[in-house]
T-cell receptor, first 109, second 116 residues
């Protein structure tokens, strides 16, 4: 079983629609959680950290459920520029990160 | 934040040769991380580069194949030795910066390696 699992997608989303997807992690000692965005042939870049209480950044909402060991990302009012691969990242200890394989989102006109 | 300059950005190499990838960070960091990302897959940690000591390798990766140098707190190199086509991948270096309320990983631009 992979330590961080994501639905690879692709999620084909009409522009303006909402899309949500989850990520599960296996290590209950994981300390912090992130969503990174990776565009084709580019390095990953931080989209947002995920806090226990859930957090929102504009059109993006992240939730963490420690009991069930999953995190989620919701994108509202999808834009064409949201098309990317979204990586679920779990921090085991300072700096040691585990990456999911990514969820591909394709926003269509 | 941190800015990482990684080079080369891409290379095509003959099997059996070696390639050294360099990463320069604009600030001093204790640990640097080297990842591999094979086509369609996520990032896999190769090793953690520590200044002043040997790198720590993850399962499946060995020093003879991926020697790492860390001469100071802002620089590291990863060498892919005796390359084979299976080594074709994107290699990324990374640092993690921990602030008061947040932690963020920063990445170099990646080295796209093709072994022929």
């Amino acid at each position: 079983r992979k330590e961080v699992e994501q639905d690879p997608g692709p999620f084909n989303v009409p522009e303006g629609a909402t899309v949500a997807f989850n990520c599960t992690y296996s290590n209950s000692a994981s300390q912090s959680f992130f969503w990174y965005r990776q565009d084709c042939r580019k390095e990953p870049k931080l989209l947002m950290s995920v806090y226990s209480s859930g957090n929102e950044d504009g059109r993006f909402t992240a939730q963490l459920n420690r009991a069930s060991q999953y995190i989620s990302l919701l994108i509202r009012d999808s834009k064409l520029s949201d098309s990317a691969t979204y990586l679920c990242v779990v921090n085991l200890w300072w700096g040691k990160l585990q990456f999911g394989a990514g969820t591909q989102v394709v926003v269509t006109p | 934040s941190a800015v990482i300059s990684q080079k080369p950005s891409r290379d095509i190499c003959q099997r059996g040769t070696s390639l050294t990838i360099q990463c320069q960070v604009d600030s001093q960091v204790t640990m640097m991380f080297w990842y591999r990302q094979q086509p369609g897959q996520s990032l896999t940690l190769i090793a953690t580069a520590n200044q002043g000591s040997e790198a720590t390798y993850e399962s499946g990766f060995v020093i003879d194949k991926f020697p790492i140098s860390r001469p100071n707190l802002t620089f590291s190199t990863l060498t892919v030795s005796n390359m084979s086509p299976e080594d074709s991948s994107i290699y990324l270096c990374s640092v993690v910066i921990t602030g008061y309320q947040n932690t963020e990983a920063f990445f170099g631009q990646g080295t796209r390696l093709t072994v022929v």
